[in-house]
């Protein structure tokens, strides 16, 4: 039970649920709760949350030019393994041209006069036509910078979440990387569907920043989304027999980048057993031209037959906000191990022009990214373990560990152990107030 809300989770039913047991035991709970909280007790927790509460905000105060300055970050409160979610949220609030977008976003109510102000149990069997995604994403994302010194409560997110997304129902441990791209998915979707009968593509569409050009469409019309980190890839396969060469060209949104096999047992940054992984190993491993192996023959139509075949890679498009997944777990006969390797990346100045099909056309500046925020996963397994997030701000580099969020520095940073790099292209900053 929700000691704040008094919501009742089932674990059985995988569900919040509203029945009660035939002796009404879950409402004696909730009115036991109740009471405590006109207790003593609860009155001497307060003080003691109240104290903390005042330590927590003398440990934000940073000294910026001599004077003393709040730290105007805020952080997420943990509902139950929901750190992927939060340290995906935390990043993305740190786009600043995509977050610009959605806090912008008019607002929309979802509450008719009847329930408004009235206290709800959530139960995933409501039904779906009274949510919206991207309404309790843009609420989220405006929490965020308010200056507010107590964590935000995602609840609402995490509702909708659960109702559109069933991957994600239960209080179990999730991968982020998945996470942000069924958010991704499902926020491109709804924004393209509109909401209430107003298309948000169209306020999109009337924003002179993101022209036509810069527009990367997926599964349908364009959006905030494939404006921001579409991108486009052309795959190229070459048969070996006769010589055929195929091509096609896939949009994307982030590219998953394998750690090269001589760099896995490479743990740390320190370690002097070789060289050390860098990023550019990652991009090079991915770009690198591949011959393909028998499960993966390509079918020739020259040959009429699957015929063996190199493949590669190169971009054809370059996204505004560059997101780069690290391929840290991997399947063996029976589990998900992670591969612990780090790697190093640049926080300024990533070129990503040796990997356009065609750079010439590209302008000397139009290729460099400078990292925005790391997704780092702590702890052994894809189930298990920790997410938190590295992301600058205003010049500053803060570290989202769930509610607690404190100052850090570039060294810090640079020593992660990536698992999600958003990077972020240098003349997209100049352009992000006007989006």
Known sequence: MDCSSYSTYCYRCDDFVVNDTKLGLVQKVREH??????????????????????????????????????????????LGNTCFMNAI?????????????????PAVELRNGKTAGRRTYHTRSQGDSNVSLVEEFRKTLCALWQGSQTAFSPESLFYVV??????????????????????????HLELQGGFNGVSRS???????????????????????????????????????????ESRKFDPFLDLSLDIPSQFRSKRSKNQENGPVCSLRDCLRSFTDLEE???????????????????KKFWIQKLP??????????????????????????????????????????SGPDSCLYDLAAVVVHHGSGVGSGHYTAYAV?????????????????????????????????RQARAGAEKL
């Open 393 to 425: 701000h205003e010049g500053r580099w803060f570290h989202f560990n769930d509610s607690t969020v404190t100052v850090t520095d570039e060294e810090t940073v640079g020593k992660a152990k990536a698992y999600i790099l958003f990077y972020v292209e």
């Open 202 to 244: 169209a306020i999109l569409q009337e924003n002179s920043t993101l022209s036509a050009s810069n527009k990367c469409c997926i599964n349908g019309a364009s959006t905030v989304v494939t404006a921001i980190f579409g991108g486009i890839l052309q795959n190229e396969v070459n048969c070996l027999i006769c010589g055929t």
């Open 33 to 78: 709760l109740q009471n405590l909280e006109n207790s003593a007790f609860t009155a001497d927790r307060h003080r003691k949350r109240k104290l903390l509460e005042n330590s927590s905000l003398n440990s934000k105060l940073l000294k910026v030019n001599g004077s003393t300055t709040a730290i105007c970050a805020t952080g997420l409160r943990n």
């Open 292 to 310: 393909l192996d028998e499960t993966e023959l390509y079918m020739c139509h020259k040959c009429k037959k699957k015929q063996k075949s190199t």
């Open 162 to 187: 659960w109702k559109i997304m069933p991957n994600f129902r239960g209080y179990q441990q999730q991968d982020a990387h998945e996470f942000m791209r069924y958010l991704l998915d499902h926020l």
């Open 320 to 361: 505004k906000a560059l997101c780069l997944h690290l391929k840290r777990f991997h399947w063996t006969a029976y589990l998900r191990n992670k591969v612990d390797t780090y790697v190093q990346f640049p926080l300024r100045g990533l070129d990503m022009k040796c990997y356009l099909l065609e750079p010439e056309n």
């Open 89 to 105: 949220l935390q990043s993305l609030s740190n786009i600043e041209q995509f977050c610009c977008y959605f806090k912008e976003l």
